[in-house]
């Protein structure tokens, strides 16, 4: 997968890039796992699934997937309905 | 697999996919106050099959706050995720495919691909599509539909491991609207019939069980009484009762009366 071309602001200690998680676009530090995304969202030890670009990645593998800018992940769980 | 397992060799028991469970009410999570409600409200009714939806997670969302799961804990319950909001097959298949991850390779699911929003009506061509596609991926697929009674055999004939039909439009407490589609569905199936969707109040649960129905799914019945904890409660008595009298056979209906103490012997 291509990385994001784009420059980046100067002001970010950081090198950051930009991903959309649920439909949001979100700055995250570059290269991170899907496992260190759930940690930052704060969502770490809950019971989730996750899609990223459309492909649903196992909760085993979230370690090792690293994430690129542009990336759209899902991150789901299961709330009341009938 | 994190499904529960009831007991095995319980009388009278309801079998779904190879389980068995005591309990014919199937209950929905959605519309309550709060998640202490919801628990409250399953646990009276003594469902052991209780419905949920898959959404996106709230990022804004505080650490520790609860989580559904963790009031109605799978190793307790047998969870069915449901694909509602879904209004076609892709969405639908997307949904399941999600639920299996979030639940550890669990593979029962609620199938209901929508046709519109007034109605909720099910799509039923892009249903039986859906529910071609599940079972050939490994879902034990649990179908709702409309009470076309050709629709649920062809489901059936798909590999769905039950047929839903509904009594009412979902949410509208109607009640059982086609006692003889019902009928038919079940006179003809060989997977479990379950009414899915209509039921009202205690009244309607009954009624669909006196049919011959293997199980009523609800949940805006008991989500939206006034106090549904105890609505929870009358629907566990009215499916019991319900299947005790579909059990026992029914008496004749008779135009006149019949006295029911012995005219021999009268003193007058």
Redesign the interface.
């Known amino acids: 997968m291509k990385r994001s071309d784009a420059p980046l602001p100067v002001y970010f200690l950081a090198i950051v890039m930009q991903i959309v998680?649920?439909?949001?676009n979100?700055a995250v530090s570059e290269g991170i796992t899907l496992a260190e995304l759930v940690g930052s969202?704060?969502?770490a030890g809950?019971?989730?699934?996750?899609?990223l670009n459309g492909d649903?990645v196992?909760?085993s593998r979230w370690p090792e997937v690293h994430l690129n800018g542009g990336d759209r992940a899902?991150?789901?769980?299961?709330?009341?309905?009938? | 697999m994190t499904q529960a397992q009831p007991t095995q060799s319980l009388p009278d028991a309801l079998r779904i996919a190879g389980r068995s469970y005591a309990s014919r009410l199937l209950v929905?999570?959605?519309?309550?106050k709060d998640l202490e409600q919801?628990r409250r409200a399953v646990e009276a009714s003594g469902a052991e099959i209780v419905?949920?939806?898959?959404?996106?997670?709230n990022?804004g969302?505080?650490?520790g706050e609860p989580?559904?799961?963790d009031v109605l804990p799978p190793d307790r319950y047998t969870?069915l995720?449901?694909t509602?909001g879904c209004y076609s097959a892709e969405d639908a298949l997307?949904t399941c495919?999600?639920?299996r991850?979030?639940?550890d390779d669990h593979r029962l699911v609620k199938l209901e691909v929508l046709g519109d929003a007034k109605t909720l009506f099910p799509d039923v061509t892009a249903t039986l599509a859906a529910a071609e596609q599940l079972v050939k991926e490994g879902f034990e697929v649990m179908v709702y539909t409309s009470d076309d009674p050709i629709i649920a055999k062809r489901l059936e004939e798909l590999g769905c491991v039950a047929v839903m039909p509904l009594a009412a439009p979902?949410?509208s407490g109607l009640g059982v609207q086609n006692r003889y589609n019902i009928l038919s569905i079940i006179e003809n199936a060989r997977v479990p019939i379950i009414v899915d969707?209509g039921v009202g109040t205690a009244s309607d649960a009954a009624i669909a069980m006196e049919l011959g129905c293997d199980g009523v799914?609800?949940?805006?019945a008991i989500a939206e009484a006034r106090d549904p904890v105890l609505m929870a409660s009358a629907m566990k008595h009215a499916i019991i009762g319900g299947r005790e009298a579909f059990r026992a056979g029914r008496m004749p209906r008779r135009r006149y009366a019949s006295a029911s103490s012995p005219l021999d012997g009268t003193v007058v």
Do not use: D, S, W
Request: charged share 20%.
């Open positions: 998680v649920n439909g949001e979100t969202l704060q969502l809950q019971r989730l699934a996750i899609e649903i196992p909760r899902e991150i789901v769980r299961a709330i009341g309905g009938g | 929905g999570t959605g519309k309550y919801t419905t949920v939806a898959v959404r996106r997670t990022l969302q505080k650490p989580n559904l799961l969870i995720p449901n509602a997307r495919r999600l639920a991850e979030l639940l979902i949410g969707a799914l609800m949940n805006t």
